[in-house]
């Protein structure tokens, strides 16, 4: 039987802590991203404009803590706001 120290026991312990408390932030920010993504397919440009300012904030949270690297957030922004922009210049 192997021994198993105290301290890999914590250390289990807070990961799986920070696992799921990364898993609910990721989950937020999809679903965030999910409505930019439908308004944009429902072709409405204000309430397109209006979630993504909403998902701009939920990755830029996402990044302080540590749950998303700065440049892929940065890209999704990006990507979105094209598509935003796209969308607005159409309407």
Do not use: C, F, W, Y
């Amino acid at each position: 039987m192997p021994v198993v120290h105290k301290s890999t026991i914590r250390r289990a312990r807070q990961s799986e802590k920070r696992r799921l408390r990364n898993r609910a932030t990721i989950s937020s920010v999809r679903s965030i991203l999910r409505k930019v993504q439908d308004a944009i397919a429902a072709k409405k440009p204000d309430e397109a404009k209006a979630t993504l300012r909403e998902a701009t904030s939920a990755l830029g949270k996402a990044v302080t803590k540590g749950v998303l690297k700065p440049n892929t957030a940065s890209r999704r922004v990006s990507r979105l706001t094209v598509r935003v922009n796209a969308l607005t210049a159409s309407a």
